[in-house]
């Protein structure tokens, strides 16, 4: 399911129009005079709102970790403001009247984005599950797995015989789905980099 395009614009024309030029080319709208709490999404802000700026929103919503592809729209253009867009993470900043096809084109774009971003939270996820059946001694030697250290080795660093570590290693292998030392040690690595 295509994740949803939340339109938040102060001017209630505006709102309309976009919505209705959105939706009949398939696009999915949801319309709002300010944000809440949402499923993750392409944001469309205005720039200038009487209760909160587009800018000021954006801002918000970074430093909250919503770091949704946002597309900032304005009557105005201001050069400091667009700077600002970017640096806070706009992946497009638009002039009103709105180019149909330019606005199209950046939604587009940003839902490509979210879905590389969702992908790759997904798979994150999965690998932290996947660590998350380990003991917290195949943990400790799928660690030093991951840092090159053969089972002989790990055998003499832990005080185990190598049998009771190759035990262990294909108790991980089991549990992790490969029983590659590279593929074990790209998960490890993995997990460890989001947490």
Same mark, same amino acid.
């Given at each position: ?126 690998? @932290?599950?996947? #660590? %998350?059946?380990? $003991? ?11 840092? =090159?250290? !053969? +089972?002989?080795?790990?055998?003499? @660093?832990?005080? #185990? %015989?190598?049998? $009771? ?11 992790? =789905?490969? !029983? +590659? ?15």
């Amino acid at each position: 399911m295509t994740p949803p395009v939340y339109l938040v614009d102060d001017d209630d024309a505006v709102r309309k129009a976009l919505t209705l030029l959105l939706d009949t080319v398939g696009i999915h709208v949801i319309a709002f005079h300010t944000i809440s709490k949402l499923d993750p999404g392409c944001l469309i802000l205005d720039i200038r709102m009487p209760m909160i700026t587009g800018l000021k929103l954006q801002e918000q919503l970074t430093d909250g970790g919503i770091n949704w592809p946002t597309i900032i729209i304005s009557g105005h253009g201001d050069i400091e403001a667009c700077r600002r867009a970017f640096q806070n993470g706009a992946i497009d900043f638009l002039s009103k009247p709105i180019d149909e096809q330019d606005l199209i084109d950046a939604i587009q774009k940003g839902l490509t984005i979210l879905d590389r971003t969702m992908q790759r939270q997904s798979e994150a996820a999965e690998t @932290i599950a996947l #660590l %998350s059946l380990l $003991t917290e001694r195949e943990t400790e030697i799928l660690e030093m797995v991951a840092r =090159g250290i !053969t +089972s002989a080795q790990i055998a003499g @660093i832990l005080s #185990l %015989s190598p049998r $009771t570590v190759e035990s262990h290693r294909a108790a991980i292998g089991h549990k992790l =789905g490969t !029983t +590659s030392a590279a593929e074990q040690a790209r998960l490890w690595q993995e997990g460890n980099a989001t947490t």
